[in-house]
């Protein structure tokens, strides 16, 4: 059965880095794009950032909110994907979800992992 499995997140004041990391396992993608998602409650899940597999290189944008903090990447086999996020504020406070787009096989999504920032 195919996955995504979440790691990464957890506790960080306000300044600090995280990287989250999103691994694909179970079947053999073939991705058309990946991409960041957060949800605070109460509030409609918001996209973070997003790596589209077009070309070379890759096609990234980012929320306007973490432009210049977070970087989306990949590794050469589309295998894991990765949110670095420096510089974190605490409006960045949320739950972290990762979402991959295939070719043929629809979407898949993460488990979700909680990011919180302390002011």
């Known amino acids: 059965q195919a996955q995504l499995v979440q790691s990464g997140g957890g506790l960080v004041q306000a300044g600090g880095s995280l990287r989250l990391s999103c691994t694909a396992s179970?079947?053999?993608?073939?991705?058309?794009?990946d991409a960041w998602y957060r949800q605070v409650p109460g509030k409609q899940r918001e996209l973070v950032a997003q790596?589209?597999?077009?070309?070379?290189?890759?096609?990234?944008t980012y929320a306007d909110s973490v432009k210049g903090r977070f970087t989306i990447s990949r590794d050469t086999d589309w295998s894991t994907v990765y949110l670095q996020m420096d510089s974190l504020k605490p409006e960045d406070t949320a739950v972290y979800y990762c979402k991959r787009a295939t070719m043929n096989s629809g979407e898949y999504w993460g488990q979700g992992t909680q990011v919180t920032v302390s002011s």
């Open positions: 179970g079947k053999s993608f073939s991705p058309r794009s």
């Open positions: 790596i589209v597999y077009v070309g070379n290189p890759d096609y990234t």
